[in-house]
């Protein structure tokens, strides 16, 4: 089955602290794209990040990186020195040919963070 | 240039009622999909648009849903006879279209439109 699990429901933070988002996933394809969205109070869903299955290496953005590791099936996001502006649902993603399709993105349950002044 | 944008943003009708909920892509994208997202949840697919035709339609719920894209620009999605279980955010992505179906590109997300069926 194709299946993306975030395991944290809920996190809360106090600025400046540094928190990690686990993605956890499954699927058959040896090709396959795993995306992190962020969903703001707004409800708009913001496109973070795309990393395909062959590409393994870690990302850095400013205070976000990304650690994917296929030997455990994961892509982990962290954010380095929370801020209040970052308090928002993050989704992970999953799409491929026997997911459904390239078109056909697979999200988690995604996991509230809350970030405290 | 403008984001993806959804009308309305909200939505309340009573059960049995028929609605229509609009999605203007961002310019230039060929491809569009429709998402239901319900509370607590991630969203899920409905369907894929490329161009005019629906590409991919396995994630409708059951044929009281349909969507069009006649000029392969805006799209409609239409629920018929609603029931109390069709109440969610209804999200419509874009992206490029390129790809045509055989790898990944980037969806953007519009704002959704928040459907309350009483």
């Known amino acids: 089955a194709q299946k993306v699990t975030q395991a944290q429901t809920e996190i809360s933070v106090v600025e400046k602290e540094d928190v990690t988002l686990d993605c956890v996933y499954e699927?058959?394809?040896?090709?396959?794209?795993l995306f992190w969205y962020k969903q703001p109070p707004s409800g708009e869903l913001v496109f973070l990040i795309r990393?395909?299955?062959?590409?393994?290496q870690n990302e850095i953005s400013g205070r976000y990186s990304w650690n994917f590791q296929k030997s455990t099936s994961s892509f982990n996001f962290t954010i380095t020195a929370s801020q209040v502006v970052d308090s928002a649902v993050y989704f992970c993603?999953?799409?491929?040919?026997?997911?459904?399709?390239?078109?056909?993105?697979?999200f988690g349950a995604g996991t509230r963070l809350a970030v405290h002044p | 240039g403008a984001g993806v944008s959804q009308t309305p943003s909200n939505k309340v009708t009573e059960k049995g009622k028929y609605v229509e909920l609009r999605c203007d892509p961002i310019?230039?994208?060929?491809?569009l999909y429709w998402y239901r997202q319900s509370l607590g949840q991630g969203p899920e697919f409905l369907i894929y648009?490329?161009?005019?035709?629906?590409?991919?339609d396995s994630g409708l719920p059951n044929d009281r849903f349909f969507a069009v894209r006649p000029e392969g620009s805006v799209s409609t999605l239409k629920i018929q006879r609603t029931e109390r279980g069709d109440s969610a955010v209804y999200l419509c992505?874009?992206?490029?279209?390129?790809?045509?179906?055989?790898?990944?590109?980037?969806?953007?997300f519009g704002p959704g439109t928040r459907l309350l069926v009483l």
């Open positions: 990393r395909n299955s062959f590409d393994e």
């Open positions: 648009f490329q161009g005019t035709g629906a590409a991919d």
């Open positions: 992505a874009s992206s490029r279209g390129l790809a045509g179906g055989k790898g990944q590109e980037t969806q953007y």
């Open positions: 993603a999953l799409s491929g040919l026997f997911s459904g399709g390239y078109n056909k993105l697979i």
């Open positions: 699927t058959r394809d040896t090709t396959y794209y």
């Open positions: 310019s230039g994208h060929t491809a």
